[in-house]
């Protein structure tokens, strides 16, 4: 093992294998700095490029453009408050914020570091884990899977600052129109009204850009205002580096949202968007400033973004263990390897580890490239916050018009964009949570899926399953520590 893991190491550092991966990351990066473009639209489009190539260097070239696209899309979420990724849309809340304030710098700082450490974690957990993935992987079950995500719609109070009433009916009209098109595990369609486009339901990108980028744009049109504050000191590098300082002073908040991100990560198909919610709402619950959560917390900006990162190396289990996709991504990239002649499963690993060790490296050293390439241009990039809103409006409704129209190439996607922009305005101005709605959508699909198949598989029995037992026992923590809280502020 430690001589295919040097193996591994050796043919990554070869200079042609450094060029591939240092062009992925610029493209990465790139693509995620863009508001509108998608990660996964660009991995689909690199496939051909790297058609003839070494299988390494091929999948290690792709494989830099998914881990960095993530990392950069944090910038468009803090400058401007437009996710790069659905999966930023939980570094919007506290990272638009700071940008408001001013901070945008610190937060940039802070969320690109974070990103740099959570992306070395999940790859250090990968490459511990290679020589003993099946058995961790098989582990996990649908029951499993149903109870992480119930635990997640549990947190929706977390979100929802203000009316507690208000969040929970966001998060339970997310959870209805997540219902719209074919159900998962019956195949009967719902709420389509006889219009053929809906039978899919709606679209994760149409749906998180509307909700959250439309809203800040007609905003910015409309008023004409700078995103900064103009009375704000302009952001340097100072503020950039003294932000990235911030991730290791809250060492303790990125390794656990890492945590979270991997673990998240090793379960097909809950990762994705939902490791950085999971992780912001663990961190809210946790943090010893809970107070400054929604309200521009520096925290609130390293715990999803760390875990966004990290959750690419626990995708990466069951997709090189069983050939699983542990994600979207990671499905396009199995595409990839039948394209070279590669099948993933325990044979890939037990006759091509040289090659998993390649790949494992690619996604911590892509990881600390993007951040430093990032922080290093923070400040400039900073700029756009001092932009007037009637010059970058119009900018930035075309890339968000462009972006979602060549997600799919489906036109209806732009109706779907402009429809929940339209929610996700009136939700803002009637002080309805949009993450609520976010995470009730997202979240909604994978309970009715799991429960059906949990029922079908285990009966009610799955209830005592350890994990279910250790989701029970931390929502008693939990709300045992609100109510606590909560009597506190009462006699206070």
Same mark, same amino acid.
Request: with cysteine; hydrophobic share 50%; aromatic share 8%.
């Given at each position: 093992?430690l001589?295919?893991?040097?193996?591994?190491a050796?043919?990554?550092?070869?200079?042609?294998?450094?060029?591939?991966?240092?062009? =992925?990351v610029?493209?990465?990066?790139?693509? =995620?700095?863009?508001?509108?473009?998608?990660g @996964?639209?660009?991995?689909?489009?690199?496939i051909?490029f790297?058609?003839?190539?070494d299988? $390494?260097?091929?999948?290690?070239?792709?494989?830099?453009i998914?881990?960095?696209?993530n990392?950069?899309?944090?910038v468009?979420?803090?400058?401007? =408050?437009?996710?790069?990724?659905p999966?930023?849309a939980?570094?919007?809340?506290?990272?638009?914020?700071?940008?408001q304030?001013g901070?945008?710098?610190e937060?940039?700082?802070?969320?690109?570091?974070?990103?740099?450490?959570?992306?070395?974690?999940?790859?250090?957990v990968?490459?511990?884990?290679?020589?003993?993935?099946?058995?961790?992987v098989?582990?996990f079950?649908?029951?499993?899977?149903l109870?992480?995500?119930?635990?997640?719609?549990?947190?929706?109070?977390?979100?929802?600052?203000?009316?507690?009433a208000?969040?929970l009916?966001a998060?339970a009209?997310?959870?209805?129109?997540?219902?719209?098109?074919?159900?998962?595990?019956?195949g009967?369609?719902?709420?389509?009204?006889?219009m053929d486009?809906?039978?899919?339901?709606?679209a994760?990108v149409?749906?998180?850009?509307?909700?959250?980028?439309?809203?800040?744009?007609?905003?910015?049109g $409309?008023?004409?205002?700078?995103?900064?504050?103009e009375?704000?000191p302009?952001?340097?590098a100072?503020?950039?580096?003294?932000?990235?300082?911030?991730?290791?002073?809250?060492w303790?908040?990125? @390794?656990?949202?890492s945590?979270?991100?991997?673990?998240?990560?090793?379960?097909?198909?809950?990762?994705?968007?939902?490791?950085?919610?999971?992780a912001?709402?663990?961190?809210?619950?946790?943090?010893?400033?809970?107070?400054?959560?929604?309200?521009?917390?520096?925290?609130g900006?390293?715990?999803?973004?760390?875990?966004?990162?990290?959750?690419?190396g626990?995708?990466?289990?069951?997709?090189?263990?069983?050939?699983?996709?542990?994600?979207?991504?990671?499905?396009?990239?199995i =595409?990839a390897?039948?394209?070279?002649?590669?099948?993933?499963?325990?044979?890939?690993?037990?006759?091509?580890?040289?090659?998993?060790?390649?790949?494992?490296?690619?996604?911590?050293?892509?990881?600390?490239?993007a951040?430093v390439l990032?922080?290093?241009?923070?400040?400039?990039?900073?700029?756009?916050?001092?932009?007037?809103?009637?010059i970058l $409006?119009p900018?930035?409704?075309?890339?968000?018009?462009?972006?979602?129209?060549?997600?799919?190439?489906?036109?209806?996607?732009?109706?779907? @964009?402009?429809?929940?922009?339209?929610?996700?305005l009136?939700?803002?101005?009637?002080?309805?949570?949009?993450p609520?709605?976010?995470i009730?959508?997202?979240?909604?699909?994978?309970?009715?899926?799991y429960l059906?198949i949990?029922?079908?598989?285990?009966?009610?029995?799955?209830?005592?399953r350890?994990?279910?037992l250790?989701?029970?026992?931390?929502?008693a923590v939990i709300?045992a520590?609100?109510?606590?809280?909560?009597?506190?502020?009462?006699?206070?």
């Open positions: 093992m001589e295919q893991i040097l193996q591994g050796t043919s990554f550092v070869q200079p042609v294998s450094l060029l591939f991966v240092g062009v =992925g610029l493209v990465g990066t790139a693509v =995620g700095l863009v508001p509108g473009l998608n @996964l639209t660009t991995l689909a489009l690199m051909p790297v058609y003839g190539a299988p $390494a260097i091929g999948l290690s070239f792709l494989l830099a998914h881990a960095v696209v990392t950069a899309s944090a468009p979420a803090i400058l401007i =408050g437009i996710p790069g990724e999966a930023s939980a570094t919007v809340i506290d990272g638009h914020k700071l940008a304030q901070r945008g710098g937060a940039i700082g802070a969320a690109l570091a974070a990103s740099g450490i959570g992306g070395v974690f999940g790859a250090l990968l490459l511990a884990l290679l020589p003993v993935l099946a058995p961790i098989l582990y079950k649908s029951p499993d899977t109870m992480i995500a119930l635990f997640g719609i549990s947190l929706i109070g977390v979100l929802a600052k203000g009316s507690m208000k969040g009916l998060g009209l997310g959870m209805l129109l997540a219902t719209v098109g074919y159900q998962d595990t019956s009967v369609p719902r709420f389509w009204f006889e486009f809906l039978l899919d339901g709606f994760l149409p749906v998180t850009l509307g909700l959250f980028a439309v809203p800040e744009i007609l905003s910015m $409309a008023t004409g205002r700078t995103i900064a504050d009375k704000a302009p952001v340097n100072r503020q950039v580096f003294f932000g990235a300082a911030q991730a290791f002073k809250h303790v908040a990125v @390794l656990r949202s945590l979270i991100g991997v673990c998240t990560g090793v379960v097909p198909g809950l990762g994705g968007a939902t490791a950085p919610w999971l912001y709402m663990s961190a809210a619950e946790t943090s010893r400033e809970k107070h400054k959560f929604g309200q521009g917390s520096v925290e900006v390293i715990a999803p973004e760390a875990s966004n990162n990290s959750k690419e626990g995708s990466l289990i069951p997709t090189l263990a069983f050939g699983i996709p542990g994600s979207s991504s990671m499905a396009l990239l =595409g390897f039948y394209l070279f002649g590669l099948t993933p499963g325990p044979e890939f690993l037990e006759k091509n580890m040289p090659t998993a060790v390649h790949m494992t490296i690619t996604v911590a050293v892509a990881n600390i490239g951040a990032t922080i290093l241009v923070g400040a400039q990039l900073s700029a756009v916050t001092r932009v007037p809103g009637r $409006a900018i930035l409704m075309l890339t968000l018009l462009l972006g979602t129209y060549a997600t799919s190439n489906e036109p209806m996607d732009l109706v779907v @964009l402009m429809v929940f922009g339209i929610m996700g009136a939700m803002k101005e009637l002080n309805y949570s949009r609520c709605f976010l009730g959508f997202v979240l909604a699909p994978m309970i009715e899926t059906h949990s029922l079908r598989a285990h009966g009610w029995s799955f209830l005592l350890p994990v279910s250790l989701v029970f026992l931390a929502l709300m520590r609100n109510v606590s809280q909560r009597r506190k502020v009462a006699f206070q």
